[in-house]
């Protein structure tokens, strides 16, 4: 009784265990690589209800990361008007729980492995991220995809907490698919920003543009017709 008290014990002791590595540094963060050519101010929409279905991230853990990634390698940030909308969607998701055989060898011999640096178990999810441009029209102008995997180990030196690998398993998906998908939008960033810019500003004729009309020097308002059969100076 005392024995499957004390594993009990461990069990609850397990999802609470903070592991060696922080958690809120691994979550939000992305690689610097800025496209040479960057898009103007888009909008920004995320669907990722597909993770609401599992145990581990939230929609706005996916927004939060998006935007990270715009704000440092997609998206121009010096300008207030925007010129469409660039929309993320994840779907596909799935989980996996393994290791359950060394997490109950865990239990048996009370953690005396993970204090050596043995991992607990591991999480792992696979999912699948498009990202749609969209002009100010809606017209799609370039749709990408990416798959990301992601294997994530519960211990406590070099690894995280049972309670926060499932969230972080699905962050690393969504940052791996991400990744993919930036070197497909590289290729194509020059084009985009054109129609992009082409489709909010298409109709608007500034001065300079009307034919005839002369910006040189702006007409006399004080001078006078000359008298008819004058000759000119």
Known sequence: ?????????LSVLLVTLDGCRSLDKALFTVPTASLNTRLPVLETSVEASALSRSTGATAD???KLFRLELDRNLMDDKDTTTYGTIKLSISKVA????GRGLHIFQLATLLTPSLLGIPIEWYQTQLQAEVQIVDVKDNILATY?????SKIRVAVYHGYSQKGAPRLA??????????????????????????LI????????????????NTAEPADSTARPAPAGSKPE
């Open 1 to 9: 009784m005392k024995r499957l008290a004390l594993i009990s014990f």
């Open 61 to 63: 853990d996916a927004q």
């Open 95 to 98: 989980n996996q729980r393994t």
């Open 198 to 213: 082409l489709a909010k500003t298409a109709g608007v004729v500034t001065i300079s543009d009307v034919p005839g009309f």
């Open 145 to 149: 995809k990416g798959k990301g995997e």
């Open 170 to 195: 699905d962050i690393e998906a969504v940052r791996q698919a991400l990744n993919e998908i930036r070197p497909q939008l590289a290729a194509d960033s020059r084009f985009l920003r054109e129609q």
